[in-house]
Protein backbone atom coordinates (compact mmCIF):
# COMPACT_ATOMS: atom_id res chain seq x y z
CA UNK A 1 0.00 0.00 0.00
CA UNK A 2 1.37 3.66 -0.78
CA UNK A 3 1.98 5.42 2.22
CA UNK A 4 4.72 8.73 3.47
CA UNK A 5 6.85 8.62 6.21
CA UNK A 6 7.83 11.66 8.42
CA UNK A 7 10.20 10.12 10.51
CA UNK A 8 10.49 13.12 13.19
CA UNK A 9 7.60 13.92 14.65
CA UNK A 10 9.53 16.53 16.85
CA UNK A 11 12.39 19.06 15.41
CA UNK A 12 13.84 21.72 17.79
CA UNK A 13 15.86 24.54 15.97
CA UNK A 14 17.62 27.59 16.84
CA UNK A 15 15.99 30.83 15.12
CA UNK A 16 18.35 31.41 12.03
CA UNK A 17 19.51 28.01 11.83
CA UNK A 18 18.79 25.73 8.71
CA UNK A 19 16.01 23.48 8.54
CA UNK A 20 15.29 20.06 6.89
CA UNK A 21 12.15 18.33 7.41
CA UNK A 22 12.62 14.64 5.51
CA UNK A 23 9.52 12.90 3.75
CA UNK A 24 9.84 9.51 2.18
CA UNK A 25 7.01 7.87 0.32
CA UNK A 26 5.95 4.37 -0.88
CA UNK A 27 4.73 4.40 -4.54
CA UNK A 28 4.92 2.49 -7.30
CA UNK A 29 4.56 5.42 -10.25
CA UNK A 30 6.04 8.92 -9.97
CA UNK A 31 3.84 10.97 -7.71
CA UNK A 32 2.56 14.14 -7.04
CA UNK A 33 4.04 15.56 -3.97
CA UNK A 34 3.10 17.98 -1.72
CA UNK A 35 4.09 19.96 1.57
CA UNK A 36 1.50 21.50 3.61
CA UNK A 37 1.78 23.50 7.16
CA UNK A 38 -0.65 24.61 9.65
CA UNK A 39 0.12 26.86 12.12
CA UNK A 40 -1.47 27.11 15.59
CA UNK A 41 -5.06 28.07 14.62
CA UNK A 42 -5.01 28.15 11.13
CA UNK A 43 -6.02 25.68 8.05
CA UNK A 44 -3.48 23.54 6.32
CA UNK A 45 -1.22 25.70 3.69
CA UNK A 46 0.03 24.44 0.73
CA UNK A 47 4.30 25.67 0.69
CA UNK A 48 5.03 23.68 -2.09
CA UNK A 49 4.31 21.01 -4.81
CA UNK A 50 5.69 18.66 -7.25
CA UNK A 51 4.45 16.97 -10.51
CA UNK A 52 7.40 17.02 -12.64
CA UNK A 53 10.64 18.90 -14.62
CA UNK A 54 12.83 20.16 -12.42
CA UNK A 55 13.52 18.14 -9.09
CA UNK A 56 14.07 21.21 -6.79
CA UNK A 57 11.48 23.41 -6.13
CA UNK A 58 10.52 26.77 -4.43
CA UNK A 59 7.95 27.19 -2.16
CA UNK A 60 6.62 29.99 -0.31
CA UNK A 61 7.89 31.76 2.68
CA UNK A 62 11.55 30.54 1.34
CA UNK A 63 11.09 26.96 2.04
CA UNK A 64 12.20 24.42 -1.06
CA UNK A 65 11.90 21.02 -1.11
CA UNK A 66 13.99 18.46 -3.61
CA UNK A 67 12.14 15.16 -5.21
CA UNK A 68 15.07 12.65 -4.90
CA UNK A 69 13.82 9.49 -7.08
CA UNK A 70 16.71 7.08 -5.69
CA UNK A 71 15.60 7.63 -2.55
CA UNK A 72 12.15 8.29 -2.97
CA UNK A 73 12.22 11.48 -0.56
CA UNK A 74 11.07 14.72 -0.83
CA UNK A 75 12.75 16.75 2.01
CA UNK A 76 11.98 20.34 2.79
CA UNK A 77 14.39 22.67 3.43
CA UNK A 78 14.65 26.77 4.91
CA UNK A 79 18.12 28.02 4.59
CA UNK A 80 17.42 30.41 7.84
CA UNK A 81 14.33 29.62 10.12
CA UNK A 82 12.30 32.46 11.80
CA UNK A 83 10.19 32.03 15.13
CA UNK A 84 7.20 31.99 12.96
CA UNK A 85 7.72 28.90 10.87
CA UNK A 86 7.08 27.42 14.37
CA UNK A 87 4.28 24.96 13.28
CA UNK A 88 3.30 21.66 11.80
CA UNK A 89 4.77 20.27 8.71
CA UNK A 90 2.68 17.64 7.05
CA UNK A 91 4.30 15.51 3.76
CA UNK A 92 1.70 13.89 1.13
CA UNK A 93 1.29 12.72 -1.87
CA UNK A 94 -1.94 12.33 -4.36
CA UNK A 95 -3.13 8.73 -4.44
CA UNK A 96 -2.96 6.50 -7.26
CA UNK A 97 -5.14 6.57 -10.27
CA UNK A 98 -5.74 9.60 -12.05
CA UNK A 99 -3.40 11.41 -10.44
CA UNK A 100 -3.63 14.43 -8.49
CA UNK A 101 -6.72 13.67 -7.51
CA UNK A 102 -7.12 15.28 -4.43
CA UNK A 103 -7.47 12.70 -2.66
CA UNK A 104 -4.19 12.97 -0.69
CA UNK A 105 -1.96 10.21 1.31
CA UNK A 106 -0.58 12.43 4.36
CA UNK A 107 2.39 11.74 6.27
CA UNK A 108 2.19 11.84 10.29
CA UNK A 109 3.25 15.14 10.50
CA UNK A 110 6.69 16.79 11.91
CA UNK A 111 6.53 19.76 14.51
CA UNK A 112 8.69 22.03 14.76
CA UNK A 113 9.89 24.42 17.35
CA UNK A 114 12.02 26.98 17.23
CA UNK A 115 14.10 28.70 19.86
CA UNK A 116 15.40 32.27 20.23
CA UNK B 1 -12.37 36.47 -0.70
CA UNK B 2 -13.52 34.14 2.57
CA UNK B 3 -11.52 31.09 2.75
CA UNK B 4 -12.92 27.45 3.79
CA UNK B 5 -14.94 27.77 6.72
CA UNK B 6 -15.92 25.08 9.62
CA UNK B 7 -18.33 24.63 12.22
CA UNK B 8 -18.23 23.95 14.58
CA UNK B 9 -14.53 24.72 15.85
CA UNK B 10 -14.91 22.61 18.27
CA UNK B 11 -17.72 19.98 19.69
CA UNK B 12 -17.52 18.09 22.94
CA UNK B 13 -20.49 15.09 23.20
CA UNK B 14 -21.06 11.78 24.82
CA UNK B 15 -20.66 8.70 23.11
CA UNK B 16 -23.99 7.68 21.37
CA UNK B 17 -24.56 11.15 20.96
CA UNK B 18 -25.08 12.89 17.46
CA UNK B 19 -22.92 15.79 15.85
CA UNK B 20 -23.13 17.47 13.01
CA UNK B 21 -20.07 19.54 11.49
CA UNK B 22 -20.76 22.32 8.64
CA UNK B 23 -18.46 23.09 5.98
CA UNK B 24 -18.47 26.00 3.72
CA UNK B 25 -16.18 25.56 0.84
CA UNK B 26 -14.85 28.57 -1.45
CA UNK B 27 -17.34 30.12 -3.21
CA UNK B 28 -17.26 28.74 -6.69
CA UNK B 29 -14.96 25.33 -5.89
CA UNK B 30 -16.76 22.65 -7.35
CA UNK B 31 -14.75 20.16 -5.24
CA UNK B 32 -15.34 19.51 -2.03
CA UNK B 33 -13.07 17.24 0.35
CA UNK B 34 -13.36 15.78 3.89
CA UNK B 35 -10.29 14.59 6.19
CA UNK B 36 -10.22 13.01 9.53
CA UNK B 37 -7.36 13.36 11.94
CA UNK B 38 -7.49 10.95 14.27
CA UNK B 39 -5.02 11.78 17.83
CA UNK B 40 -1.34 10.77 17.36
CA UNK B 41 -2.23 9.16 13.56
CA UNK B 42 -2.25 10.93 10.19
CA UNK B 43 -4.96 13.40 8.33
CA UNK B 44 -6.53 10.83 6.49
CA UNK B 45 -9.19 11.03 3.22
CA UNK B 46 -13.18 10.17 3.75
CA UNK B 47 -14.81 11.57 1.05
CA UNK B 48 -15.10 13.98 -2.09
CA UNK B 49 -17.79 15.72 -3.43
CA UNK B 50 -17.98 16.69 -7.21
CA UNK B 51 -20.54 19.35 -6.74
CA UNK B 52 -23.59 17.68 -5.02
CA UNK B 53 -22.41 14.15 -5.74
CA UNK B 54 -19.99 12.15 -4.38
CA UNK B 55 -17.05 11.12 -6.08
CA UNK B 56 -15.08 8.91 -4.14
CA UNK B 57 -16.55 7.89 -0.07
CA UNK B 58 -13.86 5.22 -0.15
CA UNK B 59 -11.66 6.68 3.33
CA UNK B 60 -15.60 6.85 5.03
CA UNK B 61 -15.06 4.35 8.11
CA UNK B 62 -18.38 3.28 8.51
CA UNK B 63 -22.32 4.13 8.04
CA UNK B 64 -22.23 6.57 10.97
CA UNK B 65 -21.01 8.69 8.86
CA UNK B 66 -23.21 10.35 6.43
CA UNK B 67 -22.23 13.41 4.24
CA UNK B 68 -24.13 15.42 2.19
CA UNK B 69 -23.40 18.48 -0.07
CA UNK B 70 -26.95 19.99 -0.73
CA UNK B 71 -26.90 22.38 -4.01
CA UNK B 72 -23.39 21.88 -4.09
CA UNK B 73 -22.61 24.38 -2.04
CA UNK B 74 -22.16 24.12 1.98
CA UNK B 75 -21.25 20.28 3.11
CA UNK B 76 -22.53 18.52 6.40
CA UNK B 77 -20.58 15.63 7.87
CA UNK B 78 -23.13 13.58 10.23
CA UNK B 79 -21.66 10.93 13.00
CA UNK B 80 -24.47 9.03 14.39
CA UNK B 81 -24.46 7.70 17.06
CA UNK B 82 -20.95 8.85 18.31
CA UNK B 83 -18.26 6.13 19.47
CA UNK B 84 -15.40 7.13 21.22
CA UNK B 85 -12.50 6.16 18.31
CA UNK B 86 -14.47 9.00 15.88
CA UNK B 87 -12.62 11.60 18.63
CA UNK B 88 -10.36 13.59 16.14
CA UNK B 89 -9.90 16.59 14.25
CA UNK B 90 -11.69 17.13 10.48
CA UNK B 91 -10.68 18.67 8.14
CA UNK B 92 -12.50 20.32 5.11
CA UNK B 93 -10.84 21.45 1.74
CA UNK B 94 -12.06 22.59 -1.43
CA UNK B 95 -10.53 23.04 -5.16
CA UNK B 96 -11.65 24.88 -8.49
CA UNK B 97 -10.71 21.47 -10.30
CA UNK B 98 -9.12 18.67 -10.46
CA UNK B 99 -6.12 18.57 -12.42
CA UNK B 100 -2.68 19.68 -12.16
CA UNK B 101 -3.96 23.67 -11.17
CA UNK B 102 -5.77 22.07 -8.91
CA UNK B 103 -4.65 23.08 -5.60
CA UNK B 104 -6.72 22.13 -1.83
CA UNK B 105 -7.36 24.48 0.20
CA UNK B 106 -8.36 23.97 3.53
CA UNK B 107 -10.34 25.16 6.85
CA UNK B 108 -9.05 25.07 10.10
CA UNK B 109 -10.84 21.92 10.97
CA UNK B 110 -13.45 21.34 13.78
CA UNK B 111 -12.17 19.08 16.51
CA UNK B 112 -14.49 16.37 17.82
CA UNK B 113 -14.10 15.09 21.50
CA UNK B 114 -16.53 11.75 22.27
CA UNK B 115 -16.47 11.24 25.89
Known amino acids: AQSVTQPDIHITVSEGASLELRCNYS??????LFWYVQSPGQGLQLLLK??????LVQGIKGFEAEFKRSQSSFNLRKPSVHWSDAAEYFCAVDSPGSGNTGKLIFGQGTTLQVKP | EAGVTQFPSHSVIEKGQTVTLRCDPISGHDNLYWYRRVMGKEIKFLLH????????ESGMPNNRFLAERTGGTYSTLKVQPAELEDSGVYFC?????????????FGEGSRLTVL
Open chain 2, 93 to 105: ASSLKKGLTGELF
Open chain 1, 50 to 55: YFSGDT
Open chain 2, 49 to 56: FVKESKQD
Open chain 1, 27 to 32: YGATPY
